[in-house]
């Protein structure tokens, strides 16, 4: 489940070579103006895309200012008013002591969001780095490293993450680091693939030919123009991230008892399903619209925005 | 020695006047709901599915705590007594009679003969002297057993069917130990495997229900055993069950045991809890209730603690927790807030409300003459420390998590913060035995106040490390008197000192409740509030 | 061609040996001890003595140096013997092998619905003209992918248990029970496979060799059906590792979700329990499994597609 997007990435790896363009390190572009004007004009004509924007803004000002859209406290109810259901008062309905889940879910998206970041960071940097040496680095160093992400490739990343979170035990942040650490892998290949074809293209080849320092020609050309794809598969890993998270916080791995974590709380809800289907069914379709969001974001940054341009 | 049938009842009489005072069993026997019970000719075969919340890992009767389990390991075993849950009188079971010397130091049962256990082996005095020599071994192991058979000196068979045990001091508790699941009689050759093997494997035992199979955290089997014919002397069917099978199935989730019980996927569900009951009412399910007498649920503190060896700490948690508020919001309907340590169906108990009002200005003052300060997050913190609590509980009631939140949400309100930790069922003698715990969520049932011994006492196991006191005296007075109103005295007091020093927190009385299908009928509690199934038809 | 077989069975097991090393290495770092919570599940008194203690790490291995635990484990695990659970005691392979039926029944019938499900589904969504429609089941697998599988279970139940009352809402009972798991566990499945299957699809159908049929009067269906699926399913074949992985991780969650019996229930107990020896096993059989079928996908495709020159094949590492 927590590998379903791999595909895109993929092929974003092996897909047919991508233009270098020598100068995205250092030019900032031709004109702020007509960027904004065609980032716009690119949201309006895809309706889905400006959606999702707008969705994943919202979460990320509810993780941020919670505030901003429930002045309810998530942790403490009155506990006559349990069990109500959705209604103008409680837009998400109260869980069994009488707390708003809307407002649970909202604060909920700090804790959510949060693992989710710390995992895609734990990916993107261990799993970059791995790629950056393996493909900068090469002969026997590319070898071992890359047969390592081989073998890490082979446990299904849900196994992977279960086996790192008995060895570290339970918490937001170290579902986090478990679910990271699982994704590691495909980031170190998207990088290495990166480095590999920035490494031989011509200008990199000219500017080492020029006596350039390693180092410099590293971070004045590989580094930038290899970025790119691997801050799509950062976008793509997001999603999956946010379900690996909340999979494991649903099997009770995650923070305990109050912390509304998004998969927790639907947890939790299970034991209610038959008197109150919102406990489990409104906080699964936050998931599967961030989830949903994200991922289309990133497919508009992979595909048909670089298409555009 | 023979014993004289006739002679058996005055004997008995006499015993429980001798040994159990004011029993109030017959308040709680109110089963909710019209009850399907009797109606219709009752039919043999059939199976009976039960979906369970949790389970113990082990399904050995002497080993197992765990109402979830106790439930399908009962029905394996007989002991030697059973306990009219109307009366709580001691009846007849695999003995058919007792004598009890004057000083309660020693038991004589003399057992029907003709008895035998699933394996084949005849029951024998010999085999009663081997059950009681082994459950003290199992230690910390046997959750329940423990402290039954505390301070025995010997056990004896005298001939082939009649058994002896001296206790060293009396023991006023041990005749109604005998009625227990923990003291249910197994086979020889089952009580020589080691506990592992006994929990894994399970036991012959002579019950009207033998194990069929066991798969950890997934399911129970248990089949009729045929040529049953030594029921207990309350069960209204004579000879074997009516139930063909007994399917135990292990379901987690509160909601989808209600959901499956409704749909007819089950026929039988535990531990509902408030929140199913709208959704169950009605329609074809009845929810069978019964308070559990014993200990309470609560916070069993860990009195070691640094934090907790301070009286007043303890007892401002005591008084910060509204357990009307809990009983109300999480709880079965009718459920009690607690009012003592021990549940008012308890014999012997002591209504000492007054001390268990809820009152949180009054935790509030204690905290701050305590030396814990208010502190900017809401929480008190006293040099440097924070009064922060870690609670451990166990997934094996639908009923654990919403009262510990609220629980929480109580105790922050006057600074206390409680951090909760899940835990399995099967690590329960594991936590017990490391004290690895500031607060501990849990009851104790039994219908005994001995039970406030086997918990408290700092001669027997001591899992909350409560210090030597004059707790220890009155509680060891208690179990060996044979005067039922000193015994009810002492009792009362123990009672106080327990609830007064809040060694523990009492919050609520348990009340077991059942979701019961109406095609099934006589599904009753024992004396326990438990449930006994050899009477069970479906229909 | 024996060469080639050969040297991919030979990276299969040094796949395996890694991922046994890696589960080693991790499970290793556990802070706790795991000795003291064997002897606290298991004790025969109430008091754990040190001497007991050290006798039950001599038992286990652990007071040897890290290196030669490590051989010691290797050398049984190879043997097929991964020691017992922790919690259970019984043996690891045992608890595994007798979970195994239940999941591949779950998972098997999963990916026939997926690969039904989501095959439909690209190939309608390719052939249609209809643009509305050809949106509206392109826009599904995204959708697919990004509900979270637990979630999509709890609603099934919901509303086919508990409302409908036509499946049972946990157990193994029959193929009954099997409906709504495996429906749970095809949703993100299906999804894949019709993405991918979509995308090569259209790339088929790109190919001179469907304007040549075209030339030939050939019918839509026929073309679509008969040169392009033909074709496009060949690199679909690539992604059935990633089904498989995909497949077992699932199962943890809807085996949980439906307290349904098998490998996912065990893991997710395992994990529960810290029981190290039991999800170490869990570890290396899903590489196993996944391994296994990468393996075979590598060694029939050859077969299927006599272009592939064998030698410079890598689709194993493809996931």
């Known amino acids: ?309 | 020695m023979t014993a004289h049938p006739d002679s058996r009842s005055s004997r008995w009489a006499a015993l429980a006047a001798l040994l159990t005072t004011s029993l109030l069993l017959t308040a709680c026997g109110s089963s909710s709901g019209e009850s399907a019970n009797g109606t219709g000719q009752a039919t043999s075969g059939g199976t009976l599915t039960f979906a369970v919340g949790s389970d113990s890992g082990c399904v050995d009767p002497q080993q197992v705590g765990s109402n979830d389990t106790i439930y399908s390991v009962r029905q394996v075993v007989d002991s030697l007594t059973d306990q009219d849950p109307e009366t709580g009188k001691i009846v007849p079971w695999l003995a058919k009679s007792w004598d009890v010397s004057s000083d309660a130091t020693t038991f004589t049962f003399h057992l029907r003969s003709g008895v035998t256990f699933s394996d084949g082996s005849p029951l024998t005095a010999q085999v009663v002297k081997e059950n009681f020599d082994a459950v003290p071994k199992l230690g910390a192991l046997g959750i329940l057993a423990q402290g039954y058979l505390s301070g025995v000196a010997s056990t004896t068979a005298v001939d082939k069917l009649t058994v002896r045990v001296k206790f060293k001091e009396p023991n006023a508790q041990f005749l109604q130990a005998t009625s227990t699941h923990s003291l249910g009689i197994e086979s020889s050759a089952s009580v020589k495997k080691t506990p592992q093997q006994k929990c894994s494997q399970g036991v012959a035992g002579s019950g009207p229900f033998v194990l069929k199979q066991y798969v950890q955290n997934r399911s129970i089997t248990l089949a009729k055993r045929s040529g049953y014919d030594w029921g207990s002397s309350l069960w209204s069917k004579k000879g074997e069950a009516y139930l063909d099978k007994l399917v135990f199935k292990v379901v987690p989730e509160a909601g989808v045991r209600a959901g499956s019980l409704q749909s007819g996927q089950v026929d039988a569900i535990s531990s509902v809890g408030k929140a199913n009951e709208a959704t169950l009412k009605g329609g074809q399910v009845t929810l069978q209730r019964r308070a559990n007498p014993g200990v309470v649920f609560g916070l069993g503190l860990n009195n070691s603690r640094p934090i907790l060896k301070d009286t007043k700490v303890r007892q401002a948690i005591r008084y910060a927790i509204d357990r009307q508020q809990i009983a109300d919001t999480v709880f079965p309907t009718g459920t009690q807030p607690a009012t003592s340590v021990l549940a008012h169906t308890t014999p012997d108990y002591e209504n000492l409300s007054s001390d268990l009002s809820y009152d949180a200005a009054k935790a509030k003052s204690l905290l701050d003459s305590a030396g814990w300060k208010a502190g900017g997050d809401g929480i008190r913190s006293k040099n440097g420390t924070k009064l922060s609590l870690t609670v451990k509980w166990f997934t094996n009631a639908a009923t654990n998590q919403p009262a510990l939140e609220l629980i929480q949400q109580q105790l922050k309100s006057v600074g206390i913060d409680l951090v909760l930790k899940e835990l399995q069922i099967t690590q329960i003698a594991q936590v017990n035995q490391s004290g690895d715990f500031d607060g501990l969520w849990g009851n104790v049932t039994r219908a005994d106040p001995d039970i406030l011994r086997s918990s408290y006492s700092t001669k027997l196991a001591n899992w909350y490390r409560v210090p030597a006191s004059e707790l220890d005296s009155v509680l060891a007075q208690q179990a060996a008197t044979t005067d039922a109103a000193k015994r009810k005295q002492l009792v009362g007091e123990a009672q106080k000192l327990i609830v007064q020093n809040a060694h523990t927190v009492p919050v609520v009385e348990l009340q077991t409740q059942l979701g019961v299908s109406k095609k099934v009928h006589n599904l009753d509690f024992d004396a326990s509030s438990r449930i006994q199934l050899h009477d069970t038809w479906i229909g | 061609m024996s060469r080639y077989v050969i040297k991919r069975l030979a990276q299969a097991v040094g796949v395996l040996w890694a991922a046994y090393t890696v589960s080693f290495l991790v499970l290793d770092f556990l802070p706790g001890d795991p000795v003291s919570a064997m002897a606290g599940a298991g004790a025969d008194s109430a008091e754990i003595d040190p001497a007991q203690l050290a006798a039950l790490r001599h038992q286990y291995g652990f007071d040897k140096p890290v290196l030669v635990q490590y051989a010691d484990y290797l050398g049984r695990a190879v043997r097929g013997d991964f020691g017992d659970s922790v919690s259970t005691g019984r043996a690891v392979t045992a608890t595994l092998t007798d979970a195994l039926p239940q999941t591949l029944q779950l998972t098997g019938a999963a990916l026939l619905l997926a690969v039904v499900i989501g095959g439909g589904l690209a190939v309608l969504a390719t052939y249609t003209r209809q643009r509305w429609l050809r949106q509206l089941l392109l826009s599904l697998p995204p959708l697919g992918v990004s509900v979270p599988t637990f979630w999509v279970g709890l609603v099934l139940v919901e509303a086919f248990s508990f409302r409908l009352r036509w499946f049972p809402a946990f157990g193994n009972d029959g193929l009954r029970g099997l409906v709504l798991p495996a429906v749970t566990l095809a949703v993100p499945t299906g999804a894949l496979v019709a993405q991918v299957l979509a995308k090569s699809l259209l790339t088929a159908l790109d190919q001179a060799y469907v304007e040549t049929a075209r030339a030939k009067g050939a019918g839509r269906w026929r073309i679509h059906l008969r040169h392009a699926l033909r074709n496009a399913s060949l690199p679909a074949l690539t992604v059935v590792g990633l089904l498989v992985g995909q497949l077992i991780a699932g199962a943890v969650v809807v085996e949980t979700v439906f307290s349904r019996d098998g490998l996912g229930r065990v893991t997710a107990a395992a994990v529960t329990a810290q029981d190290i020896p039991l999800v170490q096993g869990v570890v290396v059989f899903g590489a196993l499994i996944f391994v296994l079928s990468n393996l075979i996908v590598d060694l029939v495709y050859p077969l299927l597609d006599p272009r592939i020159v064998v030698a410079s094949s890598r689709k194993a590492s493809f996931a």
Not at chain 1, 133 to 155: E, K, N, P, T, Y
Not at chain 1, 180 to 204: H, P, W, Y
Not at chain 1, 231 to 236: E, K, N, P, W
């Open chain 1, 1 to 309: 489940m927590s590998q379903s997007l791999v595909v895109d990435t993929s092929e974003a790896a092996v897909g047919p070579a991508r233009p270098v363009d020598p100068g995205t390190g250092t030019s900032p572009g031709p004109g702020r103006r007509v960027e904004a004007r065609r980032v716009l004009r690119f949201l309006l004509r895809r309706p889905g895309l400006l959606a999702s924007v707008l969705v994943v803004v919202l979460v990320v000002l509810a993780s941020f200012w919670p505030g901003l859209f429930t002045s309810r406290d998530p942790l403490k109810g009155v506990s006559s008013q349990n069990f109500r259901s959705p209604s103008s008062e409680h837009w998400f309905g109260t869980d069994e002591l009488g707390r708003d889940l809307f407002s649970r879910v909202v604060h909920g998206a700090q804790l959510s969001l949060k693992a989710t970041l710390i995992a895609v960071a734990v990916a993107f940097v261990v799993g970059g780095l791995l790629g950056l040496v393996a493909g900068f680095v090469g002969r026997w160093v590319d070898d071992v490293l890359m047969r390592f992400v081989d073998v890490l490739l082979s446990i299904p990343a849900l196994f992977l993450s279960l086996a790192l979170v008995t060895a570290l035990g339970y918490g937001t942040v170290k579902v986090a680091v478990a679910v990271g650490i699982a994704s590691v892998a495909g980031f170190a290949r998207v990088a290495r693939s990166e480095v590999l074809r920035v490494r031989q293209a011509v200008f990199v080849e000219a500017s080492r030919s020029c006596g350039a320092r390693w180092y410099s020609v590293l971070g004045r050309h590989v580094l930038p123009n290899a970025a790119g794809p691997v801050v799509v598969l950062a976008t793509l890993e997001l999603g999956t991230a946010i379900l690996a998270v909340s999979a494991l916080s649903f099997l009770g791995y995650g923070a305990p008892p109050p912390a509304p974590e998004w998969g927790t709380l639907i947890s939790d809800g299970r034991n209610y399903l038959g008197n109150a289907w919102w406990l489990t069914a409104l906080p699964g379709l936050v998931i599967a619209a961030t989830v949903l969001a994200t991922n289309r974001i990133a497919r508009a940054l992979d595909g048909e925005w670089s298409r555009q341009r």
